[in-house]
């Protein structure tokens, strides 16, 4: 109940999707809730809701998931299983950030947080991030 409410009142969404998200029906759950939130049908232009697709590609989704959503459709509604498909569908089409590893995971979320409180300038981390990953911030 209180993540639900969390996401009600959020302007802002990260949504951390991993080789197991598929596998929980209240992560499902919540992505159909924060993708009414944030607005379906925004595409890449969602500006209030950032993925992290951690170790699985945007791309290739449905073979990540595909086993988890069969087991689904076993045990759950169409109507449910549609509504979660739709949702992973519509986050896999924003951009986001894609982590291959660990490390880069890490490195990421760390210089994040030097940024937050003001210890590494924007400038700079765009220059450690395309150094360390090749991205262009």
């Not at 992560?27 to 379906?40: K, W």
């Not at 809701?49 to 988890?68: A, E, I, W």
């Not at 986001?96 to 995971?105: A, D, I, L, N, P």
Request: proline letters at 1%.
């Amino acid at each position: 109940e209180a993540v639900r409410r969390a996401i009600d009142v959020s302007s802002f969404y990260v949504v951390v999707l991993s080789r197991t998200y598929a596998s929980s029906r209240h992560c499902l759950d919540e992505l159909v809730r924060i993708m009414t939130h944030a607005g379906a049908g925004a595409g890449d232009m969602c500006s209030n809701c950032c993925p992290v697709f951690y170790d699985v590609s945007p791309n290739d989704l449905s073979r990540c998931f595909g086993k988890d959503l069969d087991r689904h459709k076993r045990e759950f509604s169409y109507e449910t299983v549609d509504q979660w498909i739709r949702a992973l569908t519509w986050i896999a089409g924003i951009a986001g950030w894609v982590f291959t590893s660990t490390s880069q995971y890490v490195y990421f979320i760390l210089i994040q947080f030097w940024c937050d409180f003001g210890w590494v300038e924007h400038l700079l981390l765009s220059i450690i991030m395309s150094l360390l990953f090749g991205w262009d911030i």
